[in-house]
């Protein structure tokens, strides 16, 4: 799982957004060639891990962006599950990213 991969180290995700398009509710799932984790399994991970691992720090780069629609805002509602699911934990612009780690941890 991923929380397992980041109690062992890892703390950079390279996440391949995929939007499933054939069921009546579409979800969002990690995708590397084939379809992986919904993101809902993944994320909750990450923050799983971070609730208890306060000093840490994971960087998630979210790319792809397979069979999202501009007619759905996918790429909108997937901010807003990003969002709900790390709401204080993120690094924007307006908190400043030329900080260092310490500066971010506390």
């Known amino acids: 799982t991923v929380y397992e991969q980041l109690r062992r180290g890892i703390r950079y995700l390279d996440i391949r957004a995929c939007r499933e398009t054939n069921k009546e509710n579409p979800r969002f799932v ?3 060639t084939l379809l992986g984790e919904d993101l809902d ?4 991970d990450v923050r799983r891990f971070l609730d208890e691992s306060t000093q840490e720090i994971v960087v998630m780069h979210i790319g792809e962006f397979s069979g999202f629609s501009r007619t759905e805002n996918s790429h909108m509602l997937l901010a807003s599950k990003i969002e709900s699911i790390f709401g204080g934990l993120i690094l924007t612009p307006e908190i400043g990213l030329n900080r260092t780690y310490i500066e971010l941890i506390e």
């Open 30 to 32: 990690a995708c590397h």
């Open 41 to 44: 399994v993944v994320f909750g």
